[in-house]
């Protein structure tokens, strides 16, 4: 039997009861469990520890490496990611052997695999949401200098987050990372997706007993179009005089409302001088999620935090009289008497396994409810509406991961 090392990163299980001399295929121990998941290359086997649940990924050696790698590297700078957590080596004497290495991740609760959304109720309203977010995705993984090499629709989990989609990327075998992406890097990865979200289209047309010429084979040329858009609008430089420095700020919030943050603003001269060139270099998509971490001790995704922020500000508003309309400790009290007693009746409720994300949903049938109302017509009433009208926006079924 080979010495096989472990390497696990604090705060999780040591993983040393587990048969790791076996192929996953062959484990009996009963920590495993079945939930959904995509397809996959590499035999996926998923573990139920009383820290939570691990999803555990036969690999290459070599593969495995780079895997852990590149996915520790984007958990640093708040990418998008599976979340790296172990990688067990030396499993067998040969190092290209499929069960060679494993690459051990948390499991990303809430989400599921493009296959299981369209085996489903389809893309429906949330069509140029997904699509939104896999383009932003890719932006995000070039902003950190990461060349995917292999973007396609298995290697993406989605996750609903408030009124938008969140993407997660689940495999970086073939990724690296560099200071800067090229133009021609980006461009390169761009087709790669195209061809291989095609491939995927193509694979599910059939699947469904469908033809060739229904499946949406351009799906990935669309996903370039809203990737090149959300790249020039961040990427691009401004040229402004000495007395429009405002603009700076502008595009400073712009960038942040879009949820980014902004690692470093360049100011140099033009050529001609008396003008200066304004180059602005995003960071990771979490500016709300940040925000509210700040405020309140909440961590959740970004546009949940967007959503949740609008919720506190209303609540902070409402406080406001004309003697006082700034509270300190506003964010505390709406945390107390807002947010906690809300999620905890949520989860109370049959169906609702993820209280946060139909927190927001309450939030956003508040918001459309009150504008056919042209008044404000209250959480209590949005959330008693939203509930007799069978929780729109709730993704019922979005308990099995």
């Known amino acids: 039997m080979p010495d096989h090392t472990l390497t696990i990163r604090p705060g999780h299980p040591d993983f040393l009861d587990l048969p790791w001399h076996l192929p996953l295929s062959e484990w009996q121990d009963p920590r495993l469990i079945d939930l959904p998941k995509g397809i996959s290359r590499h035999e996926v086997r998923f573990l139920e520890y009383d820290r939570g649940i691990y999803v555990v990924k036969e690999m290459p050696l070599e593969a495995a490496r780079r895997d852990y790698s590149v996915l520790s590297v984007l958990e640093e700078v708040n990418t ?102 090229s133009d021609g890097q980006r461009e390169e990865d761009l087709q790669i997706m195209i061809q291989n979200v095609a491939g995927g289209m193509a694979d599910i047309a059939s699947h469904q007993g469908g033809e060739l010429d229904h499946a949406d084979l351009w799906l990935g040329e669309d996903i370039a179009k809203r990737y090149h858009s959300l790249w020039a609008e961040i990427a691009h430089v401004d040229v402004i005089s000495p007395d429009e420095r405002h603009k700076i700020q502008d595009r400073v919030k712009h960038l942040n409302e879009l949820g980014f943050e902004v690692k470093e603003v360049d100011l140099r001269p033009t050529m001609s001088g008396g003008r200066l060139q304004v180059e602005i270099k995003p960071a990771s998509r979490n500016f709300h999620a940040r925000r509210l971490r700040q405020l309140t001790g909440l961590d959740v995704s970004e546009w949940q935090a967007w959503q949740l922020l609008s919720d506190l500000y209303y609540f902070q508003g409402n406080l406001c009289n004309d003697q006082q309309c700034h509270n300190p400790i506003a964010a505390i009290e709406w945390r107390a008497r807002v947010f906690e007693p809300m999620v905890e009746r ?40 939203w509930l007799v009208n069978g929780r729109p926006g709730y993704k019922l079924d979005q308990a099995s991961g």
Not at 169 to 175: F, H, I, N, R, S
Request: charged letters at 25%; one cysteine or more.
């Open 346 to 385: 949520l989860r109370g409720i049959e169906g609702i396994s993820n209280p946060i994300q139909a927190f927001c949903d309450v939030l956003h049938h508040r918001y459309v409810k009150s504008i056919d109302a042209d008044r404000d017509i209250g959480t209590e009433a949005a959330l008693t509406d």
């Open 80 to 181: 998008l990611a599976v979340v790296p957590v172990g990688l067990v080596e030396n499993r067998v004497p040969s190092p290209q052997r499929e069960a060679s290495a494993a690459l051990i991740t948390e499991y990303l609760e809430y989400s599921f695999s493009f296959r299981e959304l369209l085996e489903g109720p389809g893309f429906g309203i949330r069509r140029n949401q997904m699509l939104d977010a896999f383009a932003g995705l890719l932006v995000e993984l070039h902003i950190a200098g990461c060349f995917w090499g292999d973007c396609s629709l298995s290697n993406v989990l989605y996750r609903f987050d408030a009124q938008a989609v969140d993407t997660i990327m689940v495999d970086a075998e073939t990724a690296f990372i560099v200071d800067r992406l």
